[in-house]
């Protein structure tokens, strides 16, 4: 599933199957990823994620880049609800999930710089990833009305 995907809405996305990133929340927090500088939108917060292979469905996509990314524990981390960012070429799903009161992070792959558990209110104040930014606020939303 690597490779990029010229969109009809004018970006340019990595994955052609599309992509998914892992959202871990654990006692009103969420375990963010700061990507390293020379990734596609390098230096910003966001999620562990990819490029889907075309045989995973969204949640095993999710589950797998961000143990390749921030050595997680896959065991640790239970699936509640998926928020899908559908430009009809392409799409990015944020797997949302709960993470074990043991889940730690591991060694992190190349593309990781930082990772830490960010309070839900403070997560706006980051600089974050520019397509995480656009969909923050309704996953917020989602995240306050189920799951707090």
């Known amino acids: ?13 990595w994955g052609l199957n ?25 230096n910003t917060w966001g999620l562990p994620g ?4 075309s045989h995973e469905t969204t949640i095993e996509a999710a589950i797998r880049e961000a143990i390749e990314e921030t050595g997680i524990n896959g065991d640790l981390v239970t699936p509640i609800n998926i928020f899908s960012d559908d430009h009809l070429d392409w799409r990015y799903d944020t797997v949302l999930a709960k993470a ?12 990781t710089q930082e990772m830490k558990w960010i309070d839900i209110e403070k997560v706006a104040d980051l ?13 917020y939303q989602l995240i306050v009305a189920n799951y707090l």
Do not use: Y
Request: net charge negative; charged share 25%.
């Open 18 to 42: 599309g992509a998914a990133g892992l959202m871990l929340l654990r006692d009103k927090s969420i375990l963010m990823q700061l990507r390293a500088d020379w990734v596609h939108n390098g």
């Open 127 to 139: 600089p974050l990833n520019p397509s995480f930014a656009r969909t923050w606020p309704a996953i």
């Open 100 to 111: 074990d009161a043991n889940l730690e992070t591991g060694d992190w792959n190349q593309e």
């Open 1 to 13: 599933g690597d490779g990029w995907v010229d969109c009809r809405c004018g970006g340019k996305h």
């Open 50 to 53: 990819g490029a889907r292979d």
